[in-house]
C-alpha cells in the first residue's frame, strides 16, 4: 500500500471508522478501524464496499454542463461559465420575485463544512430561510420531540451505554439491517450478560426480533396508544421514580390523567397485540436498573411523529432513566450527517448552534456574526413545501445538492411535474444516474468520499474528521467550494476561505456559549482523538459522553417537559377500496436512493429487486401467490412489483422497499409513487410508514 487514510463511512449515522489504502496501482481497499469507538474494527455489507463506489467511475459527473433554454441540450462549460450563469440567474429572480423565490433543497449526507456554507448563503446573504434538506424526512419529528421535552435537540445518551443498560426498547426500528454495526454491539452485550432485555415494537417480524424477549408486533399507527399503556402499568405498579418525577419533570399529572383513560385491555385491542405483552414489556422495564428507548423512522416518519417520540421518551422521564449510565433515549439517524445538519442550523426553522429562527435575539446574534444581511423571521419552504412551492410558480429556482428527490419524496409524480415546471434548477451531484438530472438547467459535478476533507457527526454526537485520498475525477470539485464560488459571484463577501479547516473553525466559533458549544475544538484535537463527542470545552479531551447528567434540562424551568399526547393515528385511514396499510423501509444491502450501493454487484446479491411483502391470508383473498406481479394502487399512483408471501408481516399490512425507482429504468417499482404529502403538523415530516392502498394480481391487458 502507498497510501492510507483514516476517515468515517458515509452511508448511515451510526458513523463507523474505515481506514481505506490506496495500493501502487490506485486501487481502494477498506477495513474496519479497530481503534474507533463506535465498530471497533466491525463494518457491515455497505461499509465494506464502500471503496467500490469511488473506484466506479463510470456514472460520475465529470464536468460542468448549462443550457440556456429548456429546448436545447445540456453542454459542457467551464465552472466560471457554469456558476456566472447561475448567480445572473438567481440574481434575476431575486430582484424580480425577492429572496424567497429561491431555495436550496440539500442532504444529510452533506459534510459539515459543507452544511454551514450553504446554510450561511441563503440565510445570511441572500436573505430567505428556504433552506431544507433531505433529514427533515428522516429526523425531524425527533428533532422536535427532543426540543419539546428536553428542551434541546440533543441526544443524551452514548452508544457505551448498550454496554451498561440492562433493557432496550427497540420501537420503529429494524437496526440489525439498517443500523446493523450498532446492532452488532447489542448482541455481543446480550451475550455477554444474558440478563439484558430486548423488547421490539413493529409491525414486521424484523431481523431485529430474532434477538428480543419480547416483540410487540402492533398495527401501525398505534405507537402512542402502546406507549401510554406501558406508561399506566409503570405507575399502576409504582415502577416509576417518583422523586425524579418530583425534581425533574413537570406534567406528570395531566400524563397519568390521559395514560388512564384507556385500560390495557382496550389498548392491546387497538394495537393487535396482547395485554399480558404490554403488561410484560412493562414489567421488564420496571425491573430494569436502567433502561434506553432506541427508535427511526417507524415512530419519526408519521403524521403524528413528534408525540409517537414524546409517548417514547416519557417512558424514560417517568421512570428516571436518562442521564445515567445505561439509560436515556436513543434517536437512530439513517444519514451520516443528519447531526452536523442540525449544529449548523441546516433546515427552514433553526439557526446555527440549535439557535431558534422564530428568536429575535438568536436572529441578532447570528447575523453579527456573519455580517450579512437581516436574517427573515419568516420560516423557509421545507422539504414537501418546496416541490409544492415550485408547482404554484411561488418558488422559481432550486438548487439540488446531493440528494435524490425523485425517489425519496412521498407522492413523487407530483414532485416530478412540479420540478418539470420550476423555471431554474441546479444540480449538485456526483452521479449521472439520479432521476433529478434530466430536469437541471446546470450541472455541477461534485466530489465523493475519500475526494474531499471536512467533518460529521454521528447519532451519540460524536464528530469526527474524514480525510481526502483520491483525486476527484474531472473537474468535479468540493461541495463547499462550489458553494463558495457561487456565492463569490453572487458578489457575497465572507465565502473566500482559504480552507475547509477555516470553513469548520468558524462553524466552531459561532457555537460559543450554547449548550452544543465547540468553540475550543480543532480539526488538530479530532484528529488526535480520532473522534470528540460534543458539547467540547477542553476540560476532557474527548468531549461529553452523556447530557443531563446533572438532570438540569435545558427548557426554561431546567425540568424536563412529559407531554400528554393523543394517542389517534391522523394518517389516510384504510377504507373498503383502499383496505391495506403500506409501509415502506430499507433491506439489508442497499442504502437510500441505491445511487451508490446499486453500483456494487456483491450488494444486489442479498436482495436483488424490489418486492412487495404481503401476508398469505392477504394474498390467498386476492389469487395472489409467491412471485406473482402485483399491482399496488390508490389514489396517488401505482407500484407493480413481485409478491412476497409471509407471516412475518400482519394481516392487512403490506411492505415496499424504498430503494428502487428510475435509476434503474423502471417507475412502476417506486415506493413513493403511492405515500401521500400528509405531514407531521410539528415536525413538517411526511408520514411513509401509513398509506392506505389495494393490492391486486396485475393482468398484462
Ligand atoms: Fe457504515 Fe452504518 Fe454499516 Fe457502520 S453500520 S459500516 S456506518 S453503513
Redesign the pocket.
Known amino acids: 500500500m502507498t497510501e492510507s487514510i483514516k476517515t468515517?463511512?458515509?452511508?448511515?449515522?451510526?458513523?463507523?471508522g474505515?481506514i481505506v489504502h490506496k495500493d501502487r496501482d490506485g486501487k481502494l481497499h477498506v477495513e474496519?478501524d479497530k481503534d474507533h469507538p463506535?465498530?471497533k474494527g466491525?463494518?457491515?455489507?455497505?461499509?465494506?464496499n464502500?471503496h467500490y463506489t469511488v473506484m466506479d467511475t463510470s456514472d460520475r459527473l465529470l464536468y460542468p454542463e448549462m443550457r440556456y433554454n429548456k429546448n436545447l441540450p445540456r453542454q459542457r462549460v467551464s465552472w466560471d461559465q457554469a456558476l456566472e450563469r447561475t448567480a445572473a440567474v438567481f440574481s434575476t429572480i431575486i430582484e424580480k420575485f425577492g429572496p424567497e423565490a429561491v431555495a436550496f433543497y440539500a442532504s444529510g449526507q452533506c459534510l459539515t463544512e459543507e452544511y454551514y456554507v450553504v446554510n450561511k448563503l441563503i440565510k445570511g446573504f441572500i436573505g430567505s430561510n428556504n433552506i431544507d434538506t433531505n433529514s427533515r424526512l428522516c429526523m425531524s419529528s425527533a428533532v422536535a420531540a427532543y426540543k419539546k421535552s428536553l428542551g434541546e435537540d440533543s441526544v443524551p445518551v452514548c452508544y457505551d451505554d448498550i454496554e451498561l443498560t440492562d433493557c432496550i426498547f427497540v420501537a420503529g426500528a429494524n437496526p440489525a439491517w439498517?443500523?446493523?454495526?450498532?446492532?452488532r454491539r447489542v448482541e455481543a452485550a446480550k451475550a455477554a450478560n444474558p440478563n439484558l432485555v430486548i423488547i421490539v415494537s413493529d409491525p414486521r417480524v424484523t431481523q431485529t426480533c430474532s434477538l428480543a424477549n419480547l416483540h410487540l408486533q402492533l398495527n401501525p399507527g398505534t405507537d402512542i396508544v402502546l406507549h401510554h399503556a406501558i406508561g399506566r402499568v409503570l405507575i399502576e405498579q409504582g415502577d416509576i421514580d417518583a422523586s425524579f418525577v418530583h425534581n425533574h419533570t413537570e406534567g406528570f399529572e395531566k400524563y397519568a390523567a390521559k395514560v388512564m383513560e384507556r385500560s390495557v385491555e382496550e389498548a392491546a385491542i387497538i394495537c393487535g397485540v396482547p395485554a399480558e405483552d404490554i403488561r410484560k414489556a412493562a414489567a421488564y422495564i420496571g425491573a430494569s436498573k436502567s433502561f434506553i428507548t432506541m427508535w427511526t423512522m417507524g415512530l419519526n416518519q408519521s403524521v403524528i411523529g413528534v408525540d409517537k417520540n414524546l409517548s417514547l421518551i416519557n417512558l424514560n422521564l417517568i421512570t428516571g432513566k436518562i442521564g445515567k449510565p445505561g439509560s436515556g433515549p436513543l434517536s437512530l439517524t439513517g444519514q451520516?450527517n443528519a447531526m452536523g445538519g442540525r449544529e449548523v442550523g441546516g433546515l427552514a426553522n433553526i439557526l446555527p448552534a440549535h439557535r431558534d429562527l422564530a428568536n429575535p435575539l438568536h436572529r441578532k446574534e447570528v447575523e453579527e456574526f456573519w455580517g450579512g444581511k437581516k436574517i427573515s423571521d419568516k420560516r423557509g419552504l421545507t422539504a414537501t413545501e418546496m416541490f409544492e412551492a415550485l408547482e404554484s410558480g411561488k418558488l422559481k429556482a432550486i438548487w439540488i445538492m446531493c440528494t435524490n428527490p425523485l425517489l425519496s419524496l412521498p407522492d413523487v409524480r407530483k414532485a416530478e411535474a412540479a420540478l418539470k415546471k420550476a423555471k431554474f434548477v441546479v444540480v449538485q451531484e456526483i452521479s449521472s444516474k439520479p432521476e433529478t438530472i434530466q430536469y437541471a438547467d446546470v450541472i455541477l459535478p461534485a466530489a465523493a468520499w475519500t475526494e474531499k476533507e471536512g467533518t460529521m457527526t454521528?447519532a451519540e454526537r460524536r464528530i469526527s474528521y474524514l480525510s481526502k485520498l483520491v483525486t476527484p475525477p474531472g473537474e468535479a470539485l468540493p461541495d463547499a467550494e462550489i458553494i463558495c464560488r457561487f456565492a463569490q459571484k453572487m458578489g457575497y463577501h465572507g465565502f473566500d476561505y482559504n480552507s475547509f479547516e477555516e470553513i469548520y473553525n468558524e462553524h466552531c466559533q459561532i457555537t460559543k456559549g450554547t449548550n452544543i458549544d465547540i468553540s475550543a475544538l480543532s480539526y488538530d484535537i479530532i484528529k488526535r482523538n480520532r473522534t470528540v463527542q460534543w458539547p467540547y470545552n477542553g476540560d476532557t479531551e474527548l468531549g461529553t459522553k452523556r447530557l443531563f447528567t446533572d438532570h438540569r434540562f435545558h427548557t426554561p424551568s431546567k425540568k424536563a417537559i412529559i407531554h400528554a399526547v393523543n394517542d389517534e393515528n391522523a394518517s389516510e385511514p384504510v377504507s373498503p377500496q383502499l383496505p391495506l396499510i403500506l409501509t415502506t423501509g430499507r433491506i439489508r444491502d442497499q442504502?437510500h436512493t441505491m445511487s451508490k450501493t446499486g453500483k456494487v454487484n456483491k450488494l444486489k446479491q442479498h436482495i436483488a429487486n424490489a418486492f412487495l411483502e404481503i401476508h398469505p391470508d392477504d394474498a390467498f383473498t386476492r389469487d395472489i401467490s409467491e412471485d406473482d406481479i402485483v399491482e399496488i394502487t390508490n389514489r396517488n399512483g401505482n407500484v407493480r412489483v413481485k409478491a412476497k408471501l409471509t407471516t412475518s408481516i400482519k394481516r392487512g399490512v403490506v411492505f415496499l422497499p424504498m430503494h428502487w425507482g428510475k435509476i434503474l429504468n423502471n417507475d412502476l417499482n417506486r415506493a413513493n409513487n403511492l405515500t401521500h404529502t400528509l405531514l407531521d403538523p410539528t415536525s413538517l415530516q411526511p408520514d411513509f410508514k401509513f398509506t392506505a392502498v389495494e393490492v391486486k394480481k396485475y393482468k398484462k391487458p
Open positions: 468515517t463511512c458515509c452511508y448511515c449515522g451510526v458513523g463507523c474505515i474496519g463506535v465498530n466491525m463494518l457491515c455489507s455497505k461499509g465494506m464502500l439498517c443500523h446493523p454495526i450498532l446492532w451520516p454521528n442504502w
